[in-house]
T-cell receptor, first 112, second 114 residues
Framework: QQKVQQSPESLIVPEGGMASLNCTSSDRNVDYFWWYRQHSGKSPKMLMSIFSNGEKEEGRFTVHLNKASLHTSLHIRDSQPSDSALYLC????????????FGAGTKLTIKP | DTTVKQNPRYKLARVGKPVNLICSQT?????MYWYQKKPNQAPKLLLF???????READTFEKFQSSRPNNSFCSLYIGSAGLEYSAMYLC?????????????FGHGTKLSVL
C-alpha cells in the first residue's frame, strides 16, 4: 500500500523567514501531488497542486516536484503568523480504483 | 458554494453502541469520501462513493458502512463502536472519480467513544 512520508513532523520558523516542507511517496504509480493546509479547528483546504516535474509558484508559496524520486517540497517565503497550520501532503495514483493518500502532516508554527 | 457540511461536530458514543455520521455537499460532486484521522497520523481513507457505487478499503471493510441516498448526502455508520473508533472523521467530495481532482473537506466530526 502506498505510503506518503512527510518531514519534518514539526517546524518553527521566525516571522519573515523561509519554511521548507518535504514529502515523498513510496508508490511509483503516483502521478499527482497536492498540498493541503489545515488551520486549527478548520477543515483542510487545498493550497497547491503539482502534476509535472519542476516548479510552480503562487505568491509566497513555491512547490517543487521530482517525479523520478517521487519527492515534492513546499516552500513558504516571508512566513506570516497566519501560515501557522498543519500542512498535509497528498498523492494520487491511477490504479483503476483511484484514490488519494495523505501523509501525517507537518505542523508549522511561525513565531512573531 | 464550496461547502461540505458535517453533523454533528462532536459525538459521544458508548462502547458497543451504533454511531451514524452525516455529510452533505451542494456542489453536485460525483464522489464523496470518508477519512478517519487520529492525532499525529495521516488521514486514512475508509470508503468512498462514486455516484451510487460504494468502494470500501479492504482493512476497514467490516467496520464501516455507508449510504448515499442522493447525490448530496452521505452517511458513515458504525454498527458497534469500540474505543479504537475514537477519532476525527472527515468527509470530503470531489468531481469525478479520478485522482487528479482536488478534495473539498468538511470540518469533521470528532467522535469520542467511552
Amino acid at each position: 500500500q502506498q505510503k506518503v512520508q512527510q518531514s519534518p513532523e514539526s517546524l518553527i520558523v521566525p516571522e519573515g523567514g523561509m519554511a521548507s516542507l518535504n514529502c515523498t511517496s513510496s508508490d511509483r504509480n503516483v502521478d499527482y501531488f497536492w498540498w493541503y493546509r489545515q488551520h486549527s479547528g478548520k477543515s483542510p483546504k487545498m493550497l497547491m497542486s503539482i502534476f509535472s516535474n519542476g516548479e510552480k509558484e503562487e505568491g509566497r508559496f513555491t512547490v517543487h516536484l521530482n517525479k523520478a524520486s517521487l519527492h515534492t517540497s513546499l516552500h513558504i517565503r516571508d512566513s506570516q503568523p497566519s501560515d501557522s497550520a498543519l500542512y498535509l501532503c497528498a498523492a494520487g495514483a491511477n490504479y483503476g480504483n483511484e484514490k488519494i493518500t495523505f501523509g501525517a502532516g507537518t505542523k508549522l508554527t511561525i513565531k512573531p | 458554494d464550496t461547502t461540505v457540511k458535517q453533523n454533528p461536530r462532536y459525538k459521544l458514543a458508548r462502547v458497543g453502541k451504533p454511531v451514524n455520521l452525516i455529510c452533505s455537499q451542494t456542489m453536485n460532486h460525483d464522489t464523496m469520501y470518508w477519512y478517519q484521522k487520529k492525532p499525529n497520523q495521516a488521514p486514512k481513507l475508509l470508503l468512498f462513493y462514486y455516484d451510487k457505487i460504494l468502494n470500501r478499503e479492504a482493512d476497514t471493510f467490516e467496520k464501516f458502512q455507508s449510504s448515499r441516498p442522493n447525490n448530496s448526502f452521505c452517511s458513515l455508520y458504525i454498527g458497534s463502536a469500540g474505543l479504537e473508533y475514537s477519532a476525527m472523521y472527515l468527509c470530503a467530495s470531489s468531481r469525478g472519480q479520478i485522482s487528479n481532482e482536488r478534495l473539498f473537506f468538511g470540518h469533521g466530526t470528532k467522535l469520542s467513544v467511552l
